[in-house]
């Protein structure tokens, strides 16, 4: 029988040598353990400090959304909200400091209950273009709507209703329009590149001084509405579409101004959008 203690390998035994791999395999293996569990507890906590984080976030964005929707109540309760009380500072005040802590879903469902509660878009559009001139109660100028995504709930059985809304001056890029009824709206000196307007109603809407570089009129109605002074290059707008519409001092699609300098579009009220008046003038689009 082999004795392994007596066989020997440079001065050390089988034995020898077992007793030193063993010594150094062992810590070895437990470190690698430990390094791997220790790697996947910190991914493990990794994840749950950004699921608590993500949960904190909307938690706070609930809050000051249902808060606004509470100081707005109490306003409208004591009368701050009548146009006796014109120029609404301290609700346009308050209304500006929760956007600006707002994100895109909130702000979007801001805009459908102050236009609900008539506080914007408060012109008559009903036929499409506006017959009335009453300043909004909240003002939405000079604020930043990027990115945000207004739709109806119900897609193309009803639109949503922001008629006569007024967007002037507001940024509003890789904004998007679903369905929506902007019969009358303005958004006048706004920045609205890469907006899509997708199966929205644009009756006499204005666009003048607007950069709509990259935007996408897909199969929207813009019967009646007017663009001038504005970039339009790169816009995806169909040849009706351009029928429908008026055009004046505008950089079309194709990088070159429009031709047109006057419109013949009336702006008397319309009383059936399909037989409604439009532009009789032609505009160039480069072919």
């Not at 392994?4 to 070895?28: E, H, Y």
Request: one cysteine or more; charged letters at 20%.
């Amino acid at each position: 029988m082999l004795d392994l203690s007596k066989r020997s390998f440079w001065n050390f035994t089988l034995k020898d040598i077992l007793i030193i791999i063993s010594s150094v395999a062992i810590p070895i293996a437990l470190a690698i353990y430990t390094a791997i569990g220790s790697q996947q507890q910190k991914q493990q906590a990794e994840k749950k400090q950004k699921f608590d984080l993500e949960q904190s976030t909307q938690l706070r964005q609930q809050t000051l959304y249902d808060e606004f929707l509470n100081n707005i109540y109490k306003l409208d309760k004591d009368g701050y909200l009548n146009d006796t009380k014109n120029p609404w500072a301290f609700a346009n005040a308050y209304y500006r400091a929760a956007h600006r802590q707002w994100d895109t879903i909130r702000k979007a469902d801001v805009i459908q209950f102050l236009k609900e509660k008539q506080l914007i878009g408060r012109n008559n559009c009903t036929n499409g273009c506006r017959t009335t001139k009453l300043d909004d109660i909240i003002r939405l100028n000079e604020l930043n709507f990027d990115k945000v995504h207004l739709a109806s709930e119900t897609g193309v059985l009803n639109k949503l209703n922001l008629q006569c809304v007024s967007f002037d001056q507001v940024s509003m890029s890789n904004g998007e329009f679903s369905s929506v009824n902007l019969n009358g709206a303005s958004f006048d000196g706004g920045r609205l590149d890469k907006v899509k307007f997708d199966g929205s109603s644009l009756l006499c809407a204005s666009f003048n001084g607007v950069n709509l570089a990259g935007a996408d009129f897909g199969n929207s109605n813009l019967t009646g509405a007017h663009f001038s002074n504005s970039d339009m290059t790169g816009v995806k707008i169909t040849k009706d579409q351009m029928k429908q519409a008026s055009f004046d001092n505008v950089i079309m699609s194709n990088g070159k101004k429009s031709e047109i300098t006057s419109s013949t579009t009336t702006t008397s009220p319309i009383t059936k959008p399909s037989t409604t008046t439009t532009s009789s003038s032609t505009t160039s689009i480069g072919q």
